[in-house]
């Protein structure tokens, strides 16, 4: 998750997808619009339907969401392994194809997820957190975010770029999320760098700051790779790698602080209703193996769940 737009949300769902890999099977979950995404990009080569190959009105299998799904080989971040597979899933329809309506609700995904059988669950999220859990306390409803931090084995990872005005907003955000009564010893931070050097002395600070108040604090440093070849870098820089590493270590460290070691078995999810209803109607995840929406609304939901 992310308080403002460009704070590195997709490279670091990127290295937490490697990361978690070398732990069991892994899904990243595109949960941005096609056109403000960069994950479709990466779907050239493998002829997939993607979100869209998932019908809104009918049972879904998990084969059918493994063949929607692209796989994804990279650079693994562990130093023990050559490389890492994992999925991703996402809208990989032509420009001009009509818009889908993803489901606002965490637990939708919850459940897709949970009918693809994955370990763990990387969410590249898109609303501004903060704004977000404004909104929601006006309406009296309970947002998105709360809505992620909820879902079992949640370990949110709030990222923002390593600069001053990146920080400040990361602060203000983390303000928000503890007038708000979320587990901040829950969240871990990743710290995203636009350039090579020294971060500045804001960010150092922030760092410090809150340090003692989230889980971890990870620093990504800057990678050309990455800019140059967006989302199919194949060559990352060694130190990116490690960056990678920490952010999976934080995650799963985090969780068995809070859960166990080794976790629980996942939730199984309710029966779905017959009456179709909109995503933002389904207060909890639907069965594994089922489904369920109104008309043009795909809805869908794992042991462990990270949103970045």
Do not use: K
Not at 64 to 84: F, G
Request: positive net charge; contains cysteine.
């Amino acid at each position: 998750m992310a308080a403002t737009g460009g704070s590195g949300r997709t490279t670091v769902a990127r290295l937490l997808g490697a990361g978690l890999a070398s732990s069991g099977s892994t899904v990243v979950l595109d949960l941005a619009p096609r056109l403000s995404s960069p994950w479709p990009a990466l779907l050239a080569e493998q002829q997939t339907g993607g979100l869209a190959a998932l019908p809104p009105d009918r049972p879904l299998t998990r084969s059918a969401v493994l063949q929607a799904c692209v796989l994804q080989r990279t650079p693994a971040v562990r130093v023990d392994a050559e490389e890492c597979a994992w999925y991703l899933l996402t809208d990989g329809q032509a420009w001009h194809t009509r818009p889908l309506e993803l489901p606002e609700n965490p637990a939708a995904w919850y459940q897709l997820a949970a009918i693809g059988g994955w370990q763990a669950v990387v969410g590249d999220t898109v609303h501004p957190l903060a704004h977000d859990l404004l909104a929601a306390r006006c309406a009296g409803t309970t947002g998105r975010t709360r809505g992620w931090y909820d879902l079992p084995f949640s370990v949110p990872v709030l990222c923002a770029a390593a600069t001053a005005q990146g920080m400040r907003s990361l602060q203000q955000a983390v303000m928000v999320l503890h007038a708000e009564g979320l587990p901040l010893r829950r969240t871990v931070v990743a710290l995203v760098a636009t350039g090579d050097g020294r971060p500045p002395v804001a960010v150092r600070a922030g760092a410090a700051m809150l340090t003692s108040r989230t889980a971890a604090v990870v620093q990504v440093p800057h990678d050309p790779h990455v800019h140059a070849d967006s989302l199919a870098a194949a060559r990352l820089r060694p130190r990116t790698l490690q960056a990678g590493a920490r952010l999976a270590e934080a995650v799963l460290a985090t969780a068995h602080a809070a859960w166990g070691h080794p976790l629980p078995d996942a939730p199984q999810a309710a029966p779905a209703t017959s009456a179709p209803r909109p995503a933002s109607a389904i207060p909890a995840p639907a069965a594994a193996g089922s489904a369920s929406a109104g008309a043009g609304t795909h809805v869908f939901a794992t042991p462990a769940v990270t949103a970045s």
